[in-house]
């Protein structure tokens, strides 16, 4: 049976935009006929790929995305001495592995991917590798043969086991998520605002003029958000190659990154850094199930925190009383009344991998 590690979490935003959508306001969406602000699930995973969690405690087992593969290897090959040409041409052949190359503008000698692609450290070492075998002319296999001996299915990189990845042109080496994530939606009705600003020329005398250097505006909001995350273990353990020690690592960057990593948008404007207030990790090998229907009535009152809570509690009860359990067992942290701590989420959910 499929174990799960299903995550809820409540987290109160100050006024801030920490996800914007095209115009620059705070992205949002109707639920249950109220309109609610919106952390993209795209940005909550982006928050936690960067939070220190990964970069520092999952050090050397997280992938790159990006495009620009070609440019990092050609900018080493000809540091390491290669001749313009040579680095061109070598770093071209290697690069082209994990997708096809354009020039950015005409005459510009350097070459992006077509689409973003995850590489793990272990394939962007071996491109490295490969790269200097062939400026030291040995032969390199050839096309298909060259793409198996580079692309590894990204064993060992715990945020492509996690968040997948698709290569368009090799399929072969994709990688199915292993944690979904739901865009974090507030509990209760809420509109975003506007900001009239200005700011003052410093050399401007008021002799000259008394008005303001610059004009703008600025959308913003705040909220209370629930945030819903579902972990498949089995599937996060058979990414990482049967590496449980490291599924359990990630399992536990996971659960502290999800509790204190916030998108950064406009975070110099505003100074986000909200942390939750509610942790509700469950583990089982029951069909998942979030608890966003606790909310499609906004909660409303004068603590919206503590109504939050309410509402999703009572909500889960209500779905074990109606389906049975929905987990074998569960870890609350809970700063209103003072329950559970993160080391113990962190740690409950870590244990999930440890079979």
Same mark, same amino acid.
């Given at each position: ?41 795209q ?28 440019e ?44 973003l692609a ?46 997948g ?5 090799d399929p ?16 209760? +009705?809420? $509109? ?6 200005? *700011? &003052?020329?410093?050399? %401007? ?5 008394? !008005? ?14 629930y ?21 359990? +690592?990630? $399992? ?6 999800? *509790? &204190?990593?916030?998108? %950064? ?5 505003? !100074? ?64 209103a ?19």
């Amino acid at each position: 049976m499929t174990t799960f590690v299903q995550f809820h979490l409540l987290t109160a935003y100050p006024p801030s935009n920490p996800n914007r959508d095209d115009q620059g306001r705070p992205k949002s969406a109707m639920m249950g006929g109220a309109p609610r602000l919106r952390l993209s699930s795209q940005s909550v995973k982006r928050a936690v790929r960067e939070s220190s969690f990964f970069q520092n405690d999952l050090a050397g087992h997280t992938g790159t995305r990006t495009k620009r593969l070609f440019e990092k290897l050609r900018e080493k090959l000809i540091a390491d001495g290669a001749s313009e040409t040579a680095a061109q041409e070598t770093a071209q052949t290697v690069a082209g592995i994990f997708g096809k190359l354009e020039q950015p503008k005409k005459d510009d000698p350097r070459l992006i991917a077509t689409t973003l692609a995850f590489i793990s450290p272990a394939e962007w070492a071996l491109a490295e590798e490969l790269a200097a075998k062939a400026l030291a002319g040995e032969d390199l296999p050839k096309d298909k043969d060259l793409k198996k001996l580079v692309l590894r299915r990204a064993d060992g990189a715990v945020d492509i086991a996690m968040f997948g990845r698709m290569l368009a042109d090799d399929p072969d080496f994709n990688r199915d998520a292993a944690v979904q994530v739901a865009h974090a939606i507030t509990t209760h +009705r809420v $509109l975003a605002e506007d900001d009239w600003f200005s *700011a &003052v020329d410093d050399l %401007k005398t008021r002799e000259q003029d008394a !008005g303001a250097g610059h004009l703008g505006e600025l959308g913003f909001g705040s909220g209370v958000y629930y945030l819903y995350a579902c972990v498949n273990v089995d599937l996060l353990v058979e990414n990482l190659g049967g590496d449980r020690d490291l599924a359990a +690592r990630g $399992l536990e960057s996971l659960a502290r990154a999800l *509790a &204190v990593a916030t998108p %950064k948008g406009k975070q110099n404007s505003f !100074g986000h850094h909200p942390r939750a207030h509610y942790i509700r990790a469950e583990i089982g090998a029951q069909q998942p199930r979030d608890l966003s229907g606790s909310f499609f009535k906004p909660v409303e009152g004068g603590d919206l925190i503590g109504a939050s809570i309410a509402a999703l509690e009572d909500m889960a009860g209500r779905i074990d009383a109606a389906y049975g359990a929905s987990s074998d067992r569960a870890e609350v942290m809970n700063l209103a009344t003072g329950t559970g701590s993160l080391d113990q989420i962190a740690g409950f959910a870590a244990g999930a991998a440890k079979g």
